[in-house]
């Protein structure tokens, strides 16, 4: 049985994010997949999207907004301390109204801090809960020095992931290890279970048509944030690393939000010369292309216990474009995968001596006996591990097939 099933009349989905609607979660992980829940909710069928926008921070829409059938409704956000509790509030009663239609099949959040109202929202108006993205947050936020053991918003969170996990009529993780989380960590288990991993679009991420000459630039690529859930200074000591190994050949493209004056001191701190780091921040539809003049890539992700149940987005990304990928230990199945298939390199601690050894084995992957395998091979795993069919296999049980049967 599925949310759909039996339901006559337009439906809805009202589904919430804790992100704004500029933002790259937003607009390449969250709309894809509204989009194919939108098909499975027939021809009169509405998403309605809330996004959660800073405190003056002008809200730039793209074309998403004028997508039939998915409307937005955006709502401020600020930091956890009074202003934030207010926006909170207001949130959990706006996304109430949103959700008392009859004609609403169910509240999806995506991640746990979206859950948060969106479970009260579901519990108030007896609607189904889908959770979505299911991770551990409040954990994680511990793990990487935001939040405090004992803080207010870690307790707060961690007993609504617990309850949001037994509510939900469907908890979808995005790995299968999530499921052990949510038994050993919050003594639940969810009555329905999927699993759908952080999904690309392989038609745009793809690799490149020709190699690199061996004698050229060496290029890495890293497309994310500085600090938080992310390494920071390890970064730029790797990248130290990659400047012993390669020398004046080695460069970097840096795709983050993160100010040049940061970037550089960073470089400067690790003995890098900040020339050789190009840093912006650029579209994402721009974001496959430059995959693609790159020769490897590199997710940072500071590994910590609770990464071991996440997924990165980036790393499908990296992988359908063809590149090896530097990473840390114990990040979702992507580490194991990638030393399994042999299509990057698994950091084994932070030093100079395991950033050297990581660099040497990229630089192995790169010759050219072993540079089409690992092109064919990383592809081959994002096709396996990260397409679209993955997610529309996950929202066929959830709300039918998109004919209806």
């Known amino acids: 049985m599925t949310l759909t099933a039996g339901r006559p009349g337009p439906q809805t989905v009202v589904a919430v994010t804790s992100w704004p609607f500029d933002d790259a979660l937003v607009q390449t992980y969250t709309l894809p997949y509204l989009q194919m829940i939108l098909r499975r909710l027939g021809g009169d069928g509405r998403v309605v999207l809330v996004t959660q926008e800073p405190e003056r921070s002008p809200r730039r829409l793209t074309r998403f907004e004028a997508t039939p059938g998915i409307d937005v409704v955006a709502r401020p956000w600020a930091p956890v301390g009074p202003r934030g509790a207010r926006h909170l509030g207001i949130l959990l009663l706006r996304t109430v109204a949103l959700a008392a239609p009859r004609s609403v099949v169910a509240v999806h ?8 109202p969106a479970m009260l929202a579901a519990a108030a108006t007896r609607t189904p809960l889908v959770v979505d993205s299911f991770e551990p947050h409040a954990d994680a ?8 053991p004992n803080s207010a918003a870690h307790r707060v969170l961690a007993r609504a992931e617990r309850r949001m996990a037994k509510q939900a009529w469907a908890v979808v993780g995005t790995t299968a290890a999530m499921a052990d989380y ?3 960590r919050l003594g639940v288990t969810p009555s329905q279970f999927f699993v759908k991993p952080a999904c690309v ?6 690799p490149a048509e020709a190699m690199g000459a061996a004698d050229a630039d060496v290029v890495c690529v890293y497309a994310g944030k500085l600090g938080g859930i992310y390494l920071e200074q ?3 000591e790797l990248f130290a690393a990659a400047v012993r190994r390669w020398g004046s ?6 795709l983050t939000s993160a100010d040049r004056a940061h970037v550089e001191a960073g470089c400067r701190a690790a003995g890098v010369d900040p020339a050789i780091v190009r840093s912006r921040l650029v579209p994402h539809d721009e974001v496959a292309g430059i995959l693609r003049t790159a020769d490897f890539a590199v997710n940072p992700v500071r590994p910590v216990p609770t990464k071991r149940y996440c997924t990165s987005i980036k790393d499908g990304e990296y992988w359908a474009s063809g590149l090896p990928v530097v990473i840390t230990p114990d990040i979702s199945d992507d580490s194991a995968v990638i030393a399994a298939r042999r299509i990057g390199a698994v950091i084994r601690e932070l030093s100079a001596p395991a950033y050297d050894e990581a660099m040497a084995q990229i630089d192995a992957l790169l010759q050219p006996h072993e540079r089409e395998r690992v092109r ?5 795993v994002a096709e396996e591990l990260r397409s679209f069919s993955i997610a529309e296999g996950v929202y066929d049980a959830i709300y039918g097939r998109p004919d209806g049967s």
Do not use: K
């Open 182 to 184: 949510a038994r050993e």
């Open 201 to 206: 679009d392989l038609g745009r991420f793809r």
């Open 376 to 380: 064919v091979e990383a592809r081959r």
């Open 109 to 116: 959040a995506f991640g746990t801090p979206a859950g948060l």
């Open 234 to 236: 390890e970064l730029f």
């Open 249 to 254: 050949r080695f460069r970097v493209e840096m």
């Open 141 to 148: 936020m511990v793990e990487n020095g935001t939040w405090e």
